[in-house]
């Protein structure tokens, strides 16, 4: 069997910085790439894909540029710390662009909200739909800045390695109302449904439902107003290029078509990794990007399915997402950068996705226009789209392979119908991701969208943590790890390795 010194093909100079080994290069092994190349490890990144990314990979075709995934950025000084850790200016690579608003949310019967960080704006909003509870709207604004300075400001890059840590944060957890739902904080605040509606779906952006996601992640509301919604010119890709180039700067490497097999591990403690093509690829630290499920039920092997099999198979999984990506040959200057649109169901659907996990005949729908904001997307005169339906993962047993031309039909009538008429004449190209395409391309486990449901008993310490409690030197970063999905929490558990993987001098 090679290994990394014997092997031309990945013959490195030898170095007496500690080697790291990060599985995949969604944001989450990126950012914990660039930190630890920051500490003075020697760090390869290994993409089983043919691109960087992950999840936030692009899609080209026909001249049309599509991001795969994740279309906002909050929390953007998580980002500007990745270049500042390089001694370099994100705005020297990247241009962030702020939406405004944030989101354009639409109702059945065509009414619509325009959701922004403006204060003033906001209450007007809120006051068009119902006046009385524009006091209601500001105390549950107040109560979301109260969550975020502890859930987010406090803890989103605090370890919780033991239970004692989350001890120490249960009385200012349940104070804040932790145990009771998005939906049900937004309740205690907000009278009006569809008032309701939009603060509480937040969740969603994030895999989980309003009806069971921790009121903790009412924190949303208030890192939106603070920092803002944002969008990267030249599409999310460009931050994915950005963080590959402070890799490379680093001397550490970025490696594609790099299927891990295995990770090797030795007297309780992992080793390196095993390629599929049977490489062996030794390391100091093995950092995990992979879906946790996948990490801890595949990569490890028997030792991993003995230690952690019965909790994750127990475990419930974020919702399935199927995505249409679409160009079109013509411009629809009125739709939005963002919007979302509501179906005639809101927790009877909601229920159907995670609960019941059956496929519903409605939907509600994110429709991603970038072209609205960065012509250069598309061809002259043209529009990139992808919209985005919640679905049930596949433990629903949804067969995609004969399901998603008819759901892609289907939500293509609903747009025609509604907000983009002649929208089936103007299709010039068009591709659909499912949840299928989640567990074939990320391995997602039952094809979930962002890992691990974020519900109370799977957060924080209850999350497999940061830094693997069965295995030493194995970390884990990613939505399926604390503090969870949506850019900041991926960003954040890359920062958490921090404060809990070794100093580089201590392997020297």
């Not at 989101?103 to 006051?127: K, Q």
């Not at 119908?417 to 997602?444: N, Y």
Request: aromatic fraction near 10%; charge should be neutral; include cysteine.
């Amino acid at each position: 069997m090679l290994t990394l010194a014997d092997s031309p093909s990945l013959a490195t100079t030898r170095s007496p910085r500690p080697h790291a080994v990060v599985i995949g290069s969604g944001f989450g092994g990126l950012a914990a790439a660039v930190r630890l190349g920051a500490r003075g490890y020697r760090v390869t990144v290994l993409e089983r894909l043919d691109r960087p990314g992950g999840r936030a990979r692009v899609h080209r075709q026909d001249g049309f540029t599509f991001d795969a995934g994740p279309t906002i950025v909050t929390a953007p000084f998580l980002f500007e710390e990745l270049w500042s850790l390089c001694g370099r200016r994100m705005a020297d690579d990247v241009t962030l662009a702020p939406m405004l608003p944030f989101y354009r949310i639409r109702f059945p019967d065509g009414a619509t909200f325009n959701y922004s960080g403006d204060p003033e704006a906001m209450r007007a909003e809120v006051a068009r739909f119902s006046p009385e509870d524009v006091p209601g709207y500001e105390r549950f604004m107040a109560r979301s800045a109260a969550i975020c300075r502890v859930g987010f400001e406090e803890l989103g890059h605090v370890a919780f390695s033991s239970v004692r840590d989350m001890l120490r944060i249960t009385p200012s957890l349940l104070r804040l109302g932790g145990h009771r739902s998005v939906y049900d904080l937004v309740a205690r605040h907000i009278r009006d449904e569809r008032l309701r509606t939009i603060f509480s779906f937040h969740p969603l952006l994030i895999g989980g439902s309003p009806f069971r996601a921790s009121a903790i992640y009412c924190l949303i509301a208030h890192l939106e107003r603070r920092w803002g919604v944002h969008f990267a010119m030249g599409g999310t890709g460009r931050l994915v290029d950005g963080l590959v180039g402070l890799i490379e700067g680093q001397g550490g490497t970025v490696r594609y078509r790099a299927d891990v097999a295995r990770i090797d591990v030795a007297a309780g403690a992992a080793t390196g990794v095993t390629l599929a093509d049977g490489t062996r690829i030794p390391a100091d630290i093995v950092v995990s990007n992979a879906d946790s499920a996948e990490t801890y039920l595949s990569l490890l092997g028997e030792e991993g399915r003995s230690w952690h099999r019965a909790k994750l198979k127990a475990s419930s999984s974020s919702m399935g997402l199927f995505v249409w990506y679409f160009g079109t040959n013509r411009q629809f200057p009125d739709i939005a950068h963002h919007t979302i649109l509501m179906g005639p169901r809101y927790r009877a659907l909601i229920e159907d996705i995670f609960v019941r996990k059956v496929l519903a005949p409605d939907f509600s729908l994110y429709l991603h226009r970038p072209t609205a904001t960065d012509p250069l997307l598309a061809p002259p005169g043209c529009d990139a789209f992808y919209v985005l339906a919640p679905v049930p993962n596949l433990a629903g047993g949804q067969d995609w392979s004969v399901l998603a031309e008819p759901y892609r039909k289907a939500i293509a009538d609903s747009l025609e119908s509604s907000v983009m008429p002649g929208l089936s004449d103007a299709i010039v190209t068009s591709r659909v991701t499912t949840p299928a395409d989640f567990a074939g391309d990320f391995r997602s486990f039952r094809g979930s969208g962002f890992g691990l449901e974020p519900v109370l008993t799977q957060s924080a310490w209850f999350r497999p943590h940061n830094a693997s409690s069965a295995f030493r030197n194995l970390y884990l970063v990613g939505a399926g790890t604390h503090p969870g999905a949506g850019l900041p929490g991926v960003l954040s558990s890359a920062k958490v390795l921090d404060t809990v993987v070794p100093d580089a001098r201590l392997f020297a």
